[in-house]
C-alpha cells in the first residue's frame, strides 16, 4: 500500500495518519451522499470531455463511464460500501471506481478539483429541487383556482387588525393566497438562471493546465453557460442563498395561509372543515381534531428562516476562494428544500380539499357592521362630503352597539335620524351580498370579477 493510500486519496504530503476524532469531525458523507446522482452525472460527463479533448484514452473514458453507471446501481440497491474515512460523497464513489476497474480510476480526476466538482454536483441537484418546488407550487395554485371558482359566491368577513371590516368572496380570499404563490414561481425561476451555471473546469481556484472543453461539460450537462472566474466559481455560494431566500418567503406565505387554515378550523370561527386524513387527534381527549399538517407546516417555516440566516452567516466572513465552511452549506440547503417541498406537497393535496360552512361565513360577515363603509359611500353618492359620511356612520354604528343591532337591522326612521340623505334605497347597500357585488372592478372581491380572475389563471396556468 502506498503512503497516500494509507492516509486518504489526498495523504501524500502528509506523515502521520488523521486523527480518528477529526476524521469523523470532517466527514461530509453521511449527508453529501443524496448528491451522488449528479456527482456521477458529472462524472461522467468529465471523462467524456478529457476523452475528447485527448487528455484520457477512449479505453480509460469507456471504463470510466460504465463503472460509475455500475456504480449508480449499486448505490440505488442499497449495496454500496459508504465509508465515513472516505470523507464525501466524491471520494467514496472515485474510490469504488478505482477498486472496480483499476488504474483508469484514478485518472478521473485529471483537470478538476472537489471544489470546482461539488459546486457542480450542488447547482445540479438544486436545479432539480427548483424544477420539483415549481411544479408543486403550480399544482397548488391549480388546486386554488378550483376552491376559488367553487366558492366564487361565498359570503365571508374580510379582515384587518383580525376585526371585520367588509365582505368579501371566500373565493377572492383563495386568489389572494393564489397571487402570493405566482410570485414565489417567479422567484424561483429568476433564481434558476443564475443557478444554472457550470463551474465545471474551473479546478481547484486557478482553472487547469490541461486543454479541456468547458463549453462541451456545460452543454452536456444542461446547464446556460460556464462560470467566467474559477475563483468566484468555487466559492461563490450566492446561488443557494438566493433559494434559499425565496424559499424562505415562500414559506412566510403557506405560513400565513396555515395560520388562518387554523383558525378557521376551529369550532369557535367554525369557517371550514378541514379532510381527515390531514389532521389528527388527541391521545386523551377523544373529541379533539387538531391541524396539525398546517401548524407543522407554520413551524417549519422557522426552520427555513434559520437555513436562510444560517447561509448569510456562513459567507460572510469567507475571503476568496474555496474554505471548508462552505462544507457547512449543504445541510440547511437540503433541510430547506426539503421543508419547502413536503409544506407544498402538504398544502397543494389538503387546502382545495376542505369544505367551507357557508352559513357559518354568511353569520360572520353580518357580524361586526362589515357594511358601515358602503353606507358611508352611499351618502358619499348622495352628495355628503366623504369625511362627513364617516362620521354620520360611525355615530350610527355606535347606535347599533349600544342596541345589539346591525346596520341593517336598524329602521329607516333610526338610519334618518344620522342623514336626511338617507333613504329606503339603503338598504340595498347594507346586505352583504350587495356589499360583495359593488366592488365589481378588477381585483375587487365581486363573484364576477373572482370568476374572471379565475379564467385569467387557468389560462396561465395552461400557458406556461
Known amino acids: 500500500m502506498s503512503k497516500a493510500d494509507s492516509k486518504g486519496m489526498w495523504g ?15 466527514a461530509s458523507e453521511h449527508y453529501d451522499r443524496r448528491l451522488y446522482r449528479q456527482d456521477i452525472r458529472g462524472s461522467q460527463v468529465h471523462a467524456r470531455m478529457l476523452a475528447r479533448c485527448g487528455v484520457l484514452s ?20 442499497g449495496e454500496f460500501p459508504w465509508d465515513p474515512a472516505l470523507e464525501d460523497v ?7 471506481l478505482t477498486a472496480r476497474i483499476g488504474e483508469a480510476g484514478k485518472r478521473l480526476h485529471t483537470g478538476r478539483s472537489r471544489n470546482d466538482q461539488i459546486a457542480t454536483d450542488v447547482r445540479l441537484w438544486l436545479r432539480e429541487a427548483i424544477d420539483e418546488a415549481t411544479h408543486l407550487l403550480r399544482h397548488f395554485q391549480a388546486g386554488l383556482v378550483n376552491l376559488a371558482e367553487r366558492e366564487a359566491d361565498t359570503v365571508m368577513p374580510g379582515f384587518t387588525h383580525l376585526q371585520v371590516a367588509q365582505p368579501v368572496s371566500f373565493g377572492h380570499h383563495m386568489l389572494a393566497w393564489y397571487e402570493m404563490l405566482v410570485r414565489d414561481e417567479a422567484r424561483l425561476a429568476d433564481a434558476r438562471v443564475r443557478v444554472n451555471q457550470s463551474p465545471l473546469g474551473s479546478a481547484a481556484l486557478a482553472g487547469t493546465t490541461f486543454a479541456i472543453d468547458r463549453e462541451q461539460t456545460c452543454a452536456e450537462l444542461g446547464f446556460e453557460a460556464p462560470t467566467r472566474n474559477s475563483l468566484d466559481a468555487v466559492s461563490d455560494r450566492d446561488f443557494a442563498i438566493e ?9 412566510t406565505h403557506l405560513s400565513r395561509m396555515a395560520e388562518e387554515l387554523v383558525l378557521w378550523a376551529s369550532p369557535l370561527t367554525g369557517f371550514i372543515e378541514l379532510p381527515d386524513r390531514f389532521c389528527t387527534g388527541s391521545s386523551i381527549m377523544p373529541q379533539k381534531k387538531n391541524p396539525d399538517v398546517a401548524e407543522l407546516v407554520r413551524g417549519k417555516s422557522a426552520r427555513v428562516h434559520g437555513a436562510l440566516n444560517t447561509l448569510l452567516t456562513l459567507m460572510k466572513g469567507q475571503p476568496l476562494a474555496y474554505n471548508r465552511d462552505n462544507q457547512e452549506d449543504k445541510e440547511p440547503l437540503f433541510d430547506a428544500a426539503d421543508a419547502l417541498h413536503d ?25 361586526g357592521f362589515a357594511t358601515a363603509t358602503d353606507l358611508a359611500d352611499y351618502l358619499v353618492r ?5 369625511r362627513d359620511a364617516h362620521a354620520i356612520v360611525g355615530e350610527a354604528v355606535a347606535y347599533g352597539v349600544q342596541h345589539g343591532e346591525d346596520l341593517s337591522e336598524l329602521s329607516l326612521e333610526t338610519l334618518q335620524g344620522f342623514s336626511e340623505h338617507i333613504a329606503s334605497d339603503v338598504y340595498a347597500v347594507l346586505t352583504v351580498d350587495g356589499s360583495m357585488a359593488a366592488r365589481d372592478h378588477l381585483g375587487g372581491t365581486a363573484p364576477a370579477q373572482v370568476h374572471q380572475q379565475v379564467a385569467a389563471a387557468r389560462a396561465r396556468l395552461a400557458g406556461d
Do not use: C, W
Not at 12 to 26: K, L, W, Y
Not at 346 to 364: C, I, K, W
Open 12 to 26: 501524500g504530503r502528509f506523515s502521520e495518519a488523521t486523527d480518528d476524532f477529526v476524521a469523523a469531525f470532517t
Open 382 to 386: 348622495k352628495g355628503v362630503p366623504f
Open 58 to 77: 477512449e479505453a480509460d473514458a469507456t471504463a470510466i463511464i460504465d463503472g460509475l453507471a455500475a456504480i449508480a446501481a449499486e448505490i440505488e440497491a
Open 90 to 96: 466524491h471520494m467514496n464513489i472515485e474510490a469504488r
Open 243 to 251: 433559494f434559499v431566500s425565496a424559499a424562505a418567503l415562500t414559506m
Open 343 to 367: 409544506s407544498l406537497r402538504a398544502f397543494g393535496d389538503m387546502v382545495p380539499a376542505l369544505s367551507v360552512n357557508r352559513e357559518r361565513t354568511r353569520q360572520a360577515a353580518r357580524a
